[in-house]
């Protein structure tokens, strides 16, 4: 398997403008979680979906972010309009439902610097 | 609430040095708990878990043992490489309940290796 996938892996923007941030799942997986990572504020979760359902987006900052997940292979993190305390490296991971083997693999992580 | 506590970094040791990182958490049930590393530029990735009391969790030439009566998870290699220079997160994550598949993390260690 190729692992979670994200793209782009390194994106520059100015303020005011919109971003989106993909991650293509590990299949068969059916947990997706969006993390943000700064020196600042270390790793925060900022929403998951179950099933392409979001459970729980309590982490979003605010509403410049939102994130959807049309399908079980797909998802999308947007921020519009960005701001500049937006840069950070922005972490997809999956996992499959609890168990003894529970394990959420990360994708290698979307920079976002905005100027 | 529930929560992890980590021993501030950075941790600066020679090569062939005996590693400890400190690991404390606080819980309302019984969690899993799970050390995962970030190598620089890289995604998190899972080092070693255990899920119940008493158990120990072993990879890589690192272990960790589940300590309910202290409540830790503290991580511990006999001699640490140069390659083993990266940031080792601490976490939980709940055996029920209704976010038994969110992980809460530590805010990170960084460990540098020097030859």
């Known amino acids: 398997d190729a692992g979670v996938i994200q793209s782009p892996r390194h994106e520059v923007t100015e303020m005011g403008q919109e971003v989106t941030l993909r991650c293509k799942p590990i299949s068969g997986h059916d947990y997706l979680f969006w993390y943000r990572q700064t020196m600042m504020r270390g790793l925060e979760l900022l929403i998951y979906?179950?099933?392409?359902?979001?459970?729980?987006d309590s982490g979003m900052p605010e509403d410049r972010f939102s994130a959807k997940m049309p399908n079980a292979s797909f998802s999308t993190l947007k921020i519009q309009p960005s701001e500049p305390r937006d840069s950070a490296v922005y972490f997809c991971a999956s996992s499959l439902a609890g168990g003894a083997s529970y394990e959420q693999y990360f994708g290698p992580g979307t920079r976002l610097t905005v100027t | 609430g529930n929560s992890v506590t980590q021993m501030e970094g950075p941790v600066t040791l020679s090569e062939e040095a005996f590693l400890t990182i400190n690991c404390t958490y606080t819980?309302?049930?019984?969690?899993?708990l799970f050390w995962y590393v970030q190598y620089p530029g890289e995604g998190l990735q899972l080092l070693l878990k255990a899920t119940k009391a008493d158990d120990k969790g072993s990879n890589k030439g690192f272990e960790a043992t589940y300590r309910k009566e202290t409540t830790s998870f503290h991580l511990e290699k006999g001699s640490v490489q140069v390659s083993d220079s990266a940031v080792y997160f601490c976490?939980?994550?709940?055996?029920?309940?209704?976010?038994?598949?969110?992980?809460?993390f530590g805010t990170g260690t960084l460990l540098a290796v020097q030859p």
């Open positions: 979906f179950n099933n392409n359902v979001p459970i729980d």
């Open positions: 819980a309302t049930g019984y969690p899993s």
């Open positions: 976490a939980l994550r709940m055996n029920y309940g209704g976010a038994t598949n969110k992980l809460i």
